[in-house]
């Protein structure tokens, strides 16, 4: 099956990334741990999560790349050691942060540096 765009493209908006991965989303408890896909648009980027009953309606994570300040490398995982080496922390300009994790993670760093710049 082919990836279906989670975003409603806008005119002069392209995809130029998609994959599955997680969202390590702020809860009660601590990060817990999404599975999804995430698209990279050359303005967005967005997550959307999926469950037991199929993909999400609606996307949990979305944002302009121009609102993101940095990316960087970082391990995840359950618990207080995080040893997994497959996250990466998206600090956005106002000072909140988001972690995602994919198992190739340079492809994505690469794309959100460049769309930083």
């Known amino acids: 099956v082919g990836f279906v765009s989670i975003l409603a493209l806008e005119e002069h908006e392209c995809t130029v990334y998609e994959t599955k991965g997680d969202w390590w989303a702020d809860s009660i408890l601590g990060k817990q741990q999404l599975p999804g896909i995430f698209e990279v648009t050359n303005k967005r980027f967005a997550f959307r999560g999926k469950t037991l009953l199929g993909t999400a ?7 302009d790349l121009s609102d993101l300040a940095s990316v960087e490398k970082c391990n995840i995982g359950n618990g207080i050691v995080k040893i997994i080496p497959t996250g990466l922390r998206l600090t956005m300009r106002d000072g909140g942060q ?5 198992l190739k993670r340079d492809k994505l760093l690469e794309i959100l540096e460049n769309a930083i710049r």
């Open 57 to 63: 309606k609606e996307n949990g994570l979305e944002f």
């Open 98 to 102: 988001y972690v995602v994790s994919i």
